[in-house]
């Protein structure tokens, strides 16, 4: 048991949290929903747990028993006995962070975690919550799990997150330099000096990557200089390696070029130039006609947000000719010999950066797209589909805190979820009705004969439908993923 057990309690609180993970992973529910759910399985038949003791202000009073130390000491015995029980292979793990939106109210002061930042989500209207996840290299199961106020910069939660990787993994690891043992595959976002400072004091093994932008010198290199790293296991893959001061000391770099996304990004881009200029061509026409008030400047202002993409700004020039309002023109034009440049030095290139020096490129290479696990994971997440995650509904004033560690899950698929709450009305948030970021399943349930039907009758018309029919909301099956993933294809611009 988990937390001091309340006298009116129908059951302890880690039965509690058990129950509602178990609810993840078979099918989500709110917790307002999760009491007739359970009544309609055989699950109280065998537990001797009634529907009436899941009631969801119980469920609340026993989550907010737990603490953050319960938490991280309920995630350290699992982990633990998930490495143990199943040999999972723990010499090189991914960390990667994200954050979710969530309905909290912004009156609400209890819910320190959510806050107001850079929604990866575009919500800006929204209070966001931050995840960072460590997963396994091969097959992306969690194995530690770091919440945090949505307004702090990623780069800050890095050494509390590598403080207590480390504290775990010389409780599981043998010998007498256990950390030199383990690498840590992270992106981009996460370098600074001293995040770069902690890795190499603790000896820990890292692979990562650098701006690409940030380093012309690499850029340029020649491809001649290039070689075919793998033709089986890194199709299209070429690759160099030299050595270059990174944050104060010499390391092993290497720069690859993908084919394949080298397509993807020159299609990328080419579908931002039709948006920007067919952007650029409604107010050149606006501004022939003659009907615009507005200065100079404010024109100005408004060509630089549309080609404020930095490979736009690039391959597109233009001009605004005219001073005065109605004499305002403008003209531009695409730069062909700036798009060659772009496409021979930038595109299709990565720079990874690694202390392993007896690595091969091909298992550098492997073990830094093993981060596409995490975001896979991620991605699970945020879709409502799956684990119904994001954007939260709470409607208590509490802290997510407890809410949020039971979301987390394997990357590797994740069971059939309906789309609505057949067992119960939908979670409803607390705030301004008609609040413009309202979350569709918050609509009040229609009686049945202004619902639309969604499919031929059942054999038992008297029986109600847990599932949509129409619908496989299963994600693909996704396995150990070592070399990386294989882009999906993109739209055709509009």
Same mark, same amino acid.
């Given at each position: 048991?988990?937390?001091?057990?309340?006298?009116?309690?129908?059951?302890?609180?880690?039965?509690?949290?058990?129950?509602?993970?178990?609810?993840?992973?078979?099918?989500?529910?709110?917790?307002?929903?999760?009491?007739?759910?359970?009544?309609? @399985?055989?699950?109280?038949?065998?537990?001797?747990?009634?529907?009436?003791?899941?009631?969801?202000?119980?469920?609340?009073?026993?989550?907010?028993?737990?603490?953050?130390? %319960?938490?991280?000491?309920?995630?350290?015995?699992?982990?633990?006995?998930?490495?143990?029980?199943?040999?999972?292979?723990?010499?090189?793990?991914?960390?990667?962070?994200?954050?979710?939106?969530?309905?909290?109210?912004?009156?609400?002061?209890?819910?320190?975690?959510?806050?107001?930042?850079?929604?990866?989500?575009?919500?800006?209207?929204?209070?966001?919550?931050?995840?960072?996840?460590?997963?396994?290299?091969?097959?992306?199961?969690?194995?530690?799990?770091?919440?945090?106020?949505?307004?702090?910069?990623?780069?800050?939660?890095?050494?509390?997150?590598?403080?207590?990787?480390?504290?775990?993994?010389?409780?599981?690891?043998?010998?007498?330099?256990?950390?030199?043992?383990?690498?840590?595959?992270?992106?981009?976002?996460?370098?600074?000096?001293?995040?770069?400072?902690?890795?190499?004091?603790?000896?820990?093994?890292?692979?990562?990557?650098?701006?690409?932008?940030?380093?012309?010198?690499?850029?340029?290199?020649?491809?001649?200089?290039?070689?075919?790293?793998?033709?089986?296991? /890194?199709?299209?893959?070429?690759?160099?390696?030299?050595?270059?001061?990174?944050?104060?000391?010499?390391?092993?770099?290497?720069?690859?070029?993908?084919?394949?996304?080298?397509?993807?990004?020159?299609?990328?881009?080419?579908?931002?130039?039709?948006?920007?200029? +067919?952007?650029?061509?409604?107010?050149?026409?606006?501004?022939?006609?003659?009907?615009?008030?507005?200065?100079?400047?404010?024109?100005?202002?408004?060509?630089?947000?549309? /080609?404020?993409?930095?490979?736009?700004?690039?391959?597109?020039?233009?001009?605004?000719?005219?001073?005065?309002?109605?004499?305002?023109?403008? @003209?531009?034009?695409?730069?062909?010999? +700036?798009?060659?440049?772009?496409?021979?030095?930038?595109?299709?290139?990565?720079?990874?950066? @690694?202390?392993?020096?007896?690595?091969?490129?091909?298992?550098?290479?492997?073990?830094?797209?093993?981060?596409? %696990?995490?975001?896979?994971?991620?991605?699970?997440?945020? %879709?409502?589909?799956?684990?119904?995650?994001?954007?939260?509904?709470?409607?208590?004033?509490?802290?997510?805190?407890?809410?949020?560690?039971?979301?987390?899950?394997?990357?590797?698929?994740?069971?059939?979820?309906?789309?609505?709450?057949?067992?119960?009305?939908?979670? #409803?948030?607390?705030?301004? #009705?008609?609040?413009?970021?309202?979350?569709?399943?918050?609509?009040?349930?229609?009686?049945?004969?202004?619902?639309?039907?969604?499919?031929?009758?059942?054999?038992?018309?008297?029986?109600?439908?847990?599932?949509?029919?129409?619908?496989?909301?299963?994600?693909?099956?996704?396995?150990?993923?070592?070399?990386?993933?294989?882009?999906?294809?993109?739209?055709?611009?509009?």
């Amino acid at each position: 048991m988990v937390g001091p057990r309340r006298a009116d309690a129908g059951a302890s609180v880690g039965t509690y949290l058990a129950l509602a993970a178990l609810n993840r992973l078979v099918d989500p529910r709110s917790k307002r929903s999760f009491a007739g759910w359970w009544a309609s @399985t055989a699950a109280d038949r065998f537990t001797r747990i009634r529907p009436e003791i899941l009631d969801h202000r119980r469920a609340w009073d026993a989550t907010h028993t737990v603490t953050t130390e %319960d938490l991280a000491q309920i995630e350290r015995r699992v982990s633990a006995a998930m490495v143990t029980q199943f040999g999972l292979d723990i010499s090189a793990v991914a960390l990667d962070r994200t954050n979710f939106a969530t309905f909290i109210d912004s009156t609400n002061p209890s819910a320190s975690l959510a806050q107001r930042g850079k929604a990866q989500q575009k919500r800006a209207d929204l209070r966001l919550v931050g995840l960072g996840l460590v997963v396994t290299r091969n097959g992306g199961i969690p194995l530690l799990s770091h919440t945090y106020p949505g307004n702090r910069p990623d780069v800050t939660q890095f050494p509390m997150m590598l403080t207590e990787l480390c504290s775990r993994y010389a409780a599981l690891a043998t010998g007498p330099d256990p950390l030199d043992q383990i690498t840590v595959v992270f992106d981009a976002g996460q370098n600074s000096q001293d995040n770069f400072t902690d890795l190499r004091t603790r000896k820990i093994g890292y692979v990562t990557s650098l701006p690409p932008s940030d380093h012309p010198d690499l850029l340029a290199l020649p491809g001649e200089d290039r070689t075919v790293v793998d033709p089986v296991r /890194c199709p299209g893959l070429t690759a160099l390696e030299t050595r270059k001061t990174v944050y104060g000391k010499e390391t092993r770099v290497i720069l690859t070029h993908s084919q394949t996304l080298h397509v993807g990004q020159s299609r990328g881009l080419d579908q931002t130039l039709v948006k920007a200029v +067919a952007r650029l061509s409604e107010l050149a026409d606006r501004l022939a006609r003659g009907k615009t008030r507005r200065a100079r400047s404010g024109v100005t202002t408004e060509i630089t947000s549309i /080609c404020k993409d930095s490979w736009v700004k690039r391959v597109l020039v233009w001009d605004l000719a005219g001073e005065a309002p109605a004499d305002l023109r403008l @003209t531009w034009r695409l730069d062909e010999a +700036a798009r060659i440049d772009l496409e021979n030095q930038v595109f299709g290139k990565r720079v990874l950066v @690694t202390n392993r020096e007896t690595w091969p490129i091909t298992d550098v290479v492997a073990a830094y797209r093993s981060q596409s %696990d995490a975001e896979f994971g991620f991605r699970q997440l945020k %879709d409502p589909h799956v684990v119904s995650f994001s954007p939260m509904n709470q409607d208590r004033p509490s802290d997510p805190g407890p809410h949020l560690h039971l979301r987390p899950g394997p990357a590797t698929g994740a069971p059939d979820a309906p789309t609505g709450h057949p067992g119960g009305p939908a979670p #409803v948030r607390t705030g301004t #009705v008609g609040h413009p970021g309202r979350y569709p399943g918050n609509r009040p349930v229609l009686p049945l004969h202004r619902r639309a039907p969604h499919g031929p009758p059942g054999p038992d018309p008297d029986r109600p439908r847990t599932g949509h029919p129409d619908r496989h909301l299963r994600p693909p099956t996704v396995g150990t993923q070592e070399l990386g993933h294989t882009p999906r294809p993109l739209r055709n611009p509009r």
